[in-house]
């Protein structure tokens, strides 16, 4: 019996490309030259595609594939498939939410007390050498009295709220409407939220919808003393904005795990002091990466072997 033929736009973690060979025939884009070559020889018999975001799945790639019937997109977050459009033609997107929520929470969490009490920098002075010279100096910032507002109160930012709710942190939040099960006042606009929080967490999604929604009026508004803290995606903030602000005191420090153009990050943030900067590890722990793994391949082989899928995304509901 002849095996669904994939596509893989990867590489993958190991344990994805192994059972996904066991129950595919899997085509792998860059033991290739050309990528297009590639497509056009494959295409007819392509019927799914693994994606761990190497090339963006865009509606020019779909619709190369006549036979494709489902994307399986490794993440939460999958700005770089044009679910839309693929919805419009009926076939399946799949993501990989909820594994990975209180995972993502915490690395927030964390970059926001690395950003606030300066941990990495204290780190960095004992690493020095120079605690037996001088104590670290008092950090200016504190969590405490300190209100966070959330853009993008979902999965993570409530996650995140609850978090800054046993720190006795306020919390506040921001997003396309107002959620009728939730007490935290509602902005409807995002310079309003800024100019009343200290704390501005982002956790919505990337794309064009939000493509620099953090941009020099809100850092403006955030202020002096505002801490801005990026988990969503890099695309959300106007990322030269932000550098002007951190260089000029506009705007008093920033944690950020995700950046415009991954995985390069500007020499004038990496000069910084008062930027804590993640390489994008806000699920990057073996248990939550493996979780997130088995769900690539869980909705891959449920399509194929049931026509159903674990996790569709909202643009391609299961009908
Ligand atoms: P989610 O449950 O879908 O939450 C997304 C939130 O963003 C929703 O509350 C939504 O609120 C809001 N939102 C969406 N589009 C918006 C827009 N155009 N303007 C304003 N708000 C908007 O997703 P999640 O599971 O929490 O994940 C959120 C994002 O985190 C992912 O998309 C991904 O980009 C990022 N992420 C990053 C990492 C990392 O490693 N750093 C890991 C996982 C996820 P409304 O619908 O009310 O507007």
Redesign the pocket.
Do not use: F, M, W
């Given at each position: 019996l002849s095996q669904p033929e994939i596509l893989m736009i990867g590489p993958m973690m190991q344990m994805i490309e192994d059972q996904l060979d066991a129950a595919f025939t899997v085509h792998r884009h860059w033991q290739v030259d050309d990528f297009d070559a590639l497509v056009d020889t494959v295409a007819p018999v392509i019927r799914g595609i693994a994606t761990s975001h190497a090339r963006p799945v865009d509606a020019a790639l779909i619709d190369r594939l006549p036979n494709l019937e489902v994307i399986s997109n490794f993440?939460?977050?999958?700005?770089t498939v044009d679910a839309a459009h693929a919805g419009s033609k009926g076939i399946l997107v799949t993501?990989t939410?909820?594994v990975?929520?209180e995972?993502?929470a915490d690395?927030?969490f964390g970059l926001l007390l690395m950003t606030v009490r300066e941990l990495s920098a204290a780190e960095r002075h004992l690493r020095a050498g120079k605690w037996s010279d001088g104590a670290y100096p008092l950090t200016r910032s504190s969590l405490r009295d300190r209100t966070m507002g959330i853009?993008?109160?979902?999965?993570?930012?409530?996650?995140i709220a609850r978090r800054a709710e046993a720190s006795e942190v306020g919390v506040v939040?921001?997003?396309?409407?107002?959620?009728p099960d939730v007490d935290y006042r509602y902005y409807a606009d995002?310079v309003d939220m800024a100019r009343d929080v200290d704390i501005l967490m982002s956790?919505?999604?990337?794309?064009a919808?939000?493509q620099h929604?953090i941009n020099a009026e809100v850092i403006e508004a955030l202020g002096p003393q505002g801490i801005l803290i990026?988990?969503?995606?890099g695309s959300a903030v106007d990322e030269k904005a932000l550098i002007s602000a951190l260089q000029s005191g506009a705007l008093f420090a920033a944690g950020l795990?995700?950046f415009e153009h991954e995985p390069s990050v500007p020499d004038e943030l990496m000069a910084l002091n008062n930027a804590v900067l993640?390489p994008?590890?806000?699920?990057?722990s073996v248990h939550t990466r493996d979780a997130m793994g088995q769900l690539v391949v869980d909705n891959l082989t449920g399509w194929f072997a049931s026509k159903s899928v674990l996790t569709p995304v909202?643009e391609t509901p299961v009908s």
């Open positions: 993440g939460v977050g999958y700005d993501n939410p909820d990975l929520t995972e993502v690395t927030a853009l993008g109160l979902g999965r993570i930012g409530k996650a939040y921001c997003g396309r409407s107002q959620q995002l956790v919505i999604p990337g794309g919808a939000t929604i990026n988990v969503g995606r795990d995700v993640l994008h590890v806000g699920s990057a909202a």
